[in-house]
């Protein structure tokens, strides 16, 4: 079978690393791709949102399966282009249409869904510039800290968490009025704050049936002990030790049927993946948002913890035969830790050489933002690599992953040294 996956990151990587695996793949092309995804598949080096370019590789090398990796296509509707083509509308696409996108593209549209259906959220309230004094009353409602969502995608930076009330309320201006965020903040979502600790599961759907995979906790934080600004991600564990059989099954009566059924219920044929983001609130789960395909770093720690064909399941996905697919899971522990650049996720230089890149039988390189210059690896990105390692306990898997943190250099590497410390010693 002759696979694309569109994208460019450390997401990216883990799957054609994991689909190079399967006896089913006979090509694997990745666009863009980056340095990593070239020792699996082949890169061709156009842009995951350039549709007519994505439907001229898909004609020319007889692509059999998509699967996207990114938000960004999916919210903007490449399965529907798909379905809308002669040319393309059989061949399957691994990610929602754009009304089931609407999950992670629209943060009002995901909390309507929600409270529609049951699933356990924050109280929230969405405002626009015709009833932003509402806003303002809004927020002199809820306790503090105070939760701002800008409505639409804003590359993972359109969330503010503030303590003050004023504040919050300049912010809701700034948001709004003076489009902090782009039109992202057009409406902005105000919510109470949940307090708990955060976990992600995620599952695979193809309409009907669903997959629970493993759950993952990452480290958003630039510094240690989750300080300074938001990232995309530096680094992740799974399994979770708060988020136990008990737990999950809770996650899977109260979310994933309810979402599921909700989904089916709208007519939103959804076939792709479900990011949920959680709180654990005292043992109760809620839900925090959804994202329409895999997170990022959590990819890297949660598909190589799966023993079984990822492609296998995929075609379960794209055919709707996902109940008659059986999925192993490895109980070792997986951790990931995510070099990047210096200044990330402020300013940052790119095009440095990059030397010492070791993968071992029990750690793996996965090339988040790096590209080929020459004979070289050269950076590409704020997020460079994530060194996903197992072990028996997290303080082995981590402690592997640091080991090659060390061993890769490039002028500016930075890393969090403490990712997986809080879960060390957990209950």
């Not at 070791?358 to 060194?387: C, K, L, P, Y």
Request: glycine share 10%; charged share 25%; aromatic share 8%.
């Amino acid at each position: 079978m002759n696979v694309l996956i569109l994208g460019s990151g450390g997401r990216e990587h883990a799957f054609a690393w994991k689909l190079a695996q399967s006896k089913q793949l006979e090509n694997l092309y990745i666009a863009p791709g980056n340095a990593g995804t070239a020792q699996c598949g082949t890169n061709v080096a156009i842009s995951a949102t350039d549709f007519e370019a994505v439907k001229n590789l898909v004609w020319e090398k007889n692509i059999e399966l998509v699967l996207v990796g990114p938000e960004d296509p999916l919210v903007k509707g490449i399965h529907d282009y798909f379905l809308q083509d002669e040319v393309l509308k059989d061949i399957p696409v691994i990610g929602p249409r754009k009304d089931g996108a609407q999950l992670e593209g629209s943060k009002d549209f995901s909390k309507q869904f929600m409270f529609r259906h049951g699933v356990p959220t924050a109280r929230y309230k969405s405002f626009t510039k015709d009833n932003i004094d509402e806003g303002a009353a809004f927020i002199d409602s809820l306790q503090p800290p105070y939760v701002l969502k800008a409505d639409g995608l804003a590359a993972g930076k359109g969330v503010l968490i503030i303590d003050d009330a004023a504040e919050a309320k300049a912010e809701l201006k700034n948001m709004i009025l003076n489009s902090k965020f782009g039109s992202a903040g057009n409406t902005v979502v105000i919510e109470e704050f949940l307090k708990g600790i955060e976990l992600s599961v995620f599952v695979l759907t193809d309409g009907k049936s669903y997959k629970i995979l493993p759950a993952a906790k990452d480290y958003k934080r630039i510094g240690v002990g989750d300080t300074g600004l938001n990232t995309g991600g530096m680094g992740a564990v799974s399994p979770v030790p708060f988020a136990d059989e008990a737990f999950i099954k809770k996650v899977e009566e109260k979310i994933v049927k309810p979402t599921i059924n909700g989904l089916v219920q709208e007519g939103i044929d959804y076939r792709g993946f479900i990011f949920i983001g959680l709180m654990n609130c005292e043992g109760e789960p809620s839900v925090i948002e959804y994202n329409c395909r895999m997170g990022d770093p959590e990819t890297e720690v949660v598909i190589p913890r799966i023993e079984s064909d990822l492609l296998d399941l995929l075609q379960g996905v794209a055919t709707q035969t996902l109940h008659e697919k059986h999925i192993s899971i490895t109980s070792d522990i997986a951790t990931t830790v995510v070099l990047v650049s210096g200044g990330y996720p402020e300013e940052y230089q790119k095009n440095k050489v990059v030397t010492g890149i070791t993968n071992t039988n029990d750690s793996h390189v996965f090339h988040s933002g790096t590209a080929i210059q020459g004979e070289h690896i050269v950076t590409n990105g704020g997020r460079v690599f994530a060194i996903t390692s197992f072990g028996k306990t997290i303080s082995e898997a981590v402690g592997k992953s640091f080991a090659i943190a060390e061993s890769i250099s490039y002028e500016g590497k930075y890393y969090r040294n403490d990712i997986g410390n809080d879960l060390i010693n957990w209950g």
